[in-house]
C-alpha cells in the first residue's frame, strides 16, 4: 500500500473512467484502510465514444457516471477542473481550448492548490507515456509533476502498468493478423512503464468487485459498436477479472 499511516491521497485523472481503469482498486483499499480519498479530473471527457443518442450530452452524462464511480470507491471529494477534453489527436471541438494545450503552470497551480487545501501527503498522476500516449494524459503527468515542485514534502506516484504485455500482445498481433497501416505500433511499443521502472505493486483483488462496479458505472463507455475495453473488462468471470485486474501499478518519483 502506498503508506500505512492515515492520510489523504489526491489522485489525478484526465477523464471520467481513467480512475476506474488505472486506480480503482487502489483507492477503494486505501478508503477502507482510513485513509481519505480525493479524486481531481480534467475534464467532463465530452470527446470520448459514445452512442448518437447521447453524444450532444456525453459531458454532461460522463460527469453523472463520475460521480456515481466516485461514491463506489469511497471518494471523499471529487473536484472536476472543467477543461475541454482534447479528443485522441488533441484538437478538441473546437469550441474551446483542449486541456492539453492548457499551459502546464496553470493545471499545477491548480492541483498544486487541492493538495495543499486537503493537507494530502501523497499525489497520483500518469506515467511519461500517458499510458497509452492519449495527449490528455501526457498532459496529467507533466502537470502532475510541475504541482509535486510546488509541494515540498509531497510524495508524487505514477499510476502506470508494465509495458510488455502490451508490447507482445502487439507484435502476436502483426504476425498473426497482419494489423492494418494505419495502426501505430509504436504507440503500444512504447505505452505505459518497463517493469523494472515500476516501484509499487498494489494488492487490490480484494477490492475487485468495488473495481468493476465503478467500471460499470462508466456505462456510456462500455456500449455502442466499437469495440470498448470497458465492455471487454466487464465480460470477464469474476474470478478472472479479480486475476486479471487484481494488482495496480506506481512509479514513485523522486
Given at each position: 500500500m502506498i503508506g500505512r499511516v492515515t492520510r489523504t491521497i489526491v489522485f489525478f485523472h484526465a477523464h471520467p473512467d481513467d480512475e476506474a481503469l488505472l486506480t480503482a482498486g487502489?483507492?477503494?483499499r486505501a478508503d477502507a484502510?482510513?485513509?481519505?480519498?480525493?479524486?481531481?479530473?480534467?475534464?467532463?471527457?465530452?470527446?470520448?465514444?459514445?452512442?448518437?443518442?447521447?453524444?450532444?450530452?456525453?459531458?454532461?452524462v460522463r460527469l453523472g457516471e463520475l460521480e456515481r464511480s466516485a461514491r463506489i470507491l469511497g471518494v471523499q471529494r471529487l473536484e472536476v477542473l472543467g477543461y475541454a477534453d482534447s479528443g485522441l489527436d488533441g484538437s478538441g471541438d473546437g469550441s474551446r481550448r483542449p486541456f492539453s494545450r492548457t499551459p502546464v503552470p496553470?493545471?499545477?497551480?491548480?492541483?498544486?492548490?487541492?493538495?495543499?487545501?486537503?493537507?494530502?501527503?501523497?499525489?497520483?498522476?500518469?506515467?511519461?507515456?500517458?499510458?497509452?500516449?492519449?495527449?490528455d494524459h501526457r498532459h496529467?503527468?507533466?502537470?502532475?509533476?510541475?504541482?509535486?515542485?510546488?509541494?515540498?514534502?509531497?510524495?508524487l506516484f505514477?499510476?502506470?502498468?508494465?509495458?510488455?504485455?502490451?508490447?507482445?500482445?502487439?507484435?502476436?498481433?502483426?504476425?498473426?493478423?497482419?494489423?492494418?497501416?494505419?495502426?501505430?505500433?509504436?504507440?503500444?511499443?512504447?505505452?505505459?512503464?518497463?517493469?523494472?521502472?515500476?516501484?509499487?505493486?498494489?494488492?487490490?483483488?480484494?477490492?475487485?468487485?468495488?473495481?468493476?462496479?465503478?467500471?460499470?458505472?462508466?456505462?456510456?463507455?462500455?456500449?455502442g459498436a466499437d469495440v470498448r475495453t470497458l465492455d471487454a473488462l466487464l465480460r470477464l468471470p469474476r474470478p478472472l477479472f479479480r486475476t486479471v485486474l487484481g494488482t495496480e501499478y506506481y512509479r514513485r518519483v523522486g
Open positions: 487502489t483507492m477503494a484502510e482510513g485513509h481519505r480519498v480525493v479524486l481531481v479530473t480534467a475534464t467532463a471527457g465530452e470527446a470520448g465514444l459514445a452512442d448518437e443518442g447521447i453524444a450532444g450530452t456525453l459531458g454532461a496553470e493545471v499545477a497551480a491548480a492541483v498544486a492548490a487541492i493538495v495543499a487545501e486537503e493537507g494530502a501527503g501523497v499525489l497520483v498522476g500518469y506515467d511519461a507515456s500517458g499510458g497509452y500516449g492519449h495527449p496529467v503527468h507533466a502537470c502532475a509533476r510541475a504541482a509535486a515542485e510546488l509541494l515540498p514534502g509531497v510524495s505514477e499510476a502506470t502498468a508494465p509495458r510488455w504485455p502490451f508490447a507482445l500482445g502487439i507484435r502476436l498481433a502483426d504476425t498473426l493478423a497482419s494489423l492494418p497501416d494505419d495502426v501505430d505500433r509504436t504507440a503500444f511499443e512504447e505505452a505505459f512503464t518497463p517493469s523494472s521502472q515500476i516501484t509499487h505493486r498494489v494488492d487490490v483483488r480484494d477490492y475487485a468487485d468495488f473495481k468493476r462496479a465503478a467500471l460499470r458505472a462508466h456505462a456510456s463507455q462500455a456500449t
